[in-house]
């Protein structure tokens, strides 16, 4: 049995604060990567990255994602070296600047997680849920307090979208999150936010398969959607990522009616909007 604690209370416990996912939140994505598929190699200063962390802020966001390597499909390995050379210094600057900030680290290394706690995260966005740390990183959520993002993915971001398969997309998908949130559930860690992973080893198919079946994921916990500006989208309108903000407009208002309660954006502003205007029609 599934004991969902921050489901049933709807909040989310950080270092920084209550987070009151009540009414759906926004995390804007700060990459820090020179690859990344839409905005990479964009931040390449510190004095860069503050001026992105304080317009997103600006605009709406509730939680900023530092991430030091690119998990788009066929993205090359990076060290763990490097990695924390990208996030550390950029962590502990935007925590300065910004002390009230929630800020979570995009990251499946124990270390890299670990490193960017003390330098001033409150939250860790693990693509592995714990796979790729051999689940050392539950131990560090558990010590920290800090909640916890899992996500599902088929493969590794090298190979990922090379003929992805399931018998049933949702189901699999479900099931190993379940496993994981069962897992953590035993240690007594109950602020976990799921994540489908939209295009981490998925088709186009497999990818509007669980966007349909989205609400079925909130027995689990609070649903973190990111679709922003992916091929999901601009597979079927024809279209590159810099075409797409209105595709993936349209899939934020398709994912909150379906019970998303964090989306993970590059533009914060329209997501802000599509949030307002959906808490209009849930309202009204």
Same mark, same amino acid.
């Given at each position: 049995?599934?004991?969902?604690?921050?489901?049933?209370?709807?909040?989310?416990?950080?270092?920084?604060?209550?987070?009151?996912?009540?009414?759906?939140?926004?995390?804007?994505?700060?990459?820090?990567?020179?690859?990344?598929?839409?905005?990479?190699?964009?931040?390449?200063?510190?004095?860069?990255?503050?001026?992105?962390?304080?317009?997103?802020?600006?605009?709406?966001?509730?939680?900023?994602?530092?991430?030091?390597?690119?998990?788009?499909?066929? /993205?090359?390995? =990076? #060290?763990?070296?490097? +990695?924390? %050379?990208?996030?550390?210094?950029? *962590?502990?600057?935007?925590?300065?600047?910004?002390?009230?900030?929630?800020?979570?680290?995009?990251?499946?290394?124990?270390?890299?997680?670990?490193?960017?706690?003390?330098?001033?995260?409150?939250?860790?966005?693990?693509?592995?849920?714990?796979?790729?740390?051999?689940?050392?990183?539950?131990?560090?959520?558990?010590?920290?307090?800090?909640?916890?993002?899992?996500?599902?993915?088929?493969?590794?971001?090298?190979?990922?979208?090379?003929?992805?398969?399931?018998?049933?997309?949702?189901?699999?998908?479900?099931?190993?999150? /379940?496993?994981? =949130? #069962?897992?953590?559930? +035993?240690? %007594?860690?109950?602020?976990?936010? *799921?994540?489908?992973?939209?295009?981490?080893?998925?088709?186009?198919?497999?990818?509007?398969?669980?966007?349909?079946?989205?609400?079925?994921?909130?027995?689990?916990?609070?649903?973190?959607?990111?679709?922003?500006?992916?091929?999901?989208?601009?597979?079927?309108?024809?279209?590159?990522?810099?075409?797409?903000?209105?595709?993936?407009?349209?899939?934020?208002?398709?994912?909150?009616?379906?019970?998303?309660?964090?989306?993970?954006?590059?533009?914060?502003?329209?997501?802000?909007?599509?949030?307002?205007?959906?808490?209009?029609?849930?309202?009204?």
């Amino acid at each position: 049995m599934l004991r969902l604690g921050n489901h049933l209370d709807n909040v989310l416990n950080t270092p920084s604060g209550v987070l009151d996912l009540s009414t759906p939140k926004i995390m804007g994505i700060v990459n820090l990567t020179p690859d990344s598929f839409y905005d990479g190699g964009n931040y390449n200063t510190i004095d860069d990255v503050l001026k992105k962390v304080n317009a997103m802020l600006n605009e709406g966001a509730d939680i900023l994602d530092f991430g030091g390597y690119s998990t788009r499909p066929g /993205a090359k390995d =990076v #060290s763990e070296k490097e +990695e924390i %050379s990208r996030v550390l210094e950029p *962590i502990k600057e935007a925590k300065k600047a910004f002390p009230k900030s929630i800020i979570s680290v995009d990251t499946f290394r124990f270390r890299v997680a670990e490193l960017a706690l003390s330098a001033g995260a409150d939250i860790i966005n693990d693509i592995s849920a714990g796979d790729g740390s051999n689940e050392k990183i539950f131990q560090l959520v558990k010590d920290s307090k800090t909640p916890y993002i899992i996500m599902h993915k088929q493969g590794s971001p090298k190979n990922m979208q090379t003929n992805p398969q399931y018998q049933n997309v949702t189901n699999e998908v479900f099931g190993y999150l /379940a496993n994981k =949130v #069962s897992k953590l559930n +035993e240690m %007594s860690i109950y602020d976990v936010v *799921i994540d489908p992973g939209f295009g981490f080893g998925k088709t186009v198919k497999h990818n509007y398969q669980l966007l349909k079946n989205l609400a079925s994921f909130q027995t689990l916990g609070p649903i973190m959607v990111g679709v922003s500006r992916k091929s999901m989208i601009n597979k079927v309108l024809n279209c590159n990522p810099s075409q797409s903000l209105n595709g993936t407009s349209v899939l934020h208002a398709f994912s909150l009616n379906n019970g998303a309660k964090v989306l993970r954006v590059h533009d914060v502003k329209p997501a802000f909007e599509a949030i307002q205007l959906f808490e209009q029609f849930i309202g009204s």
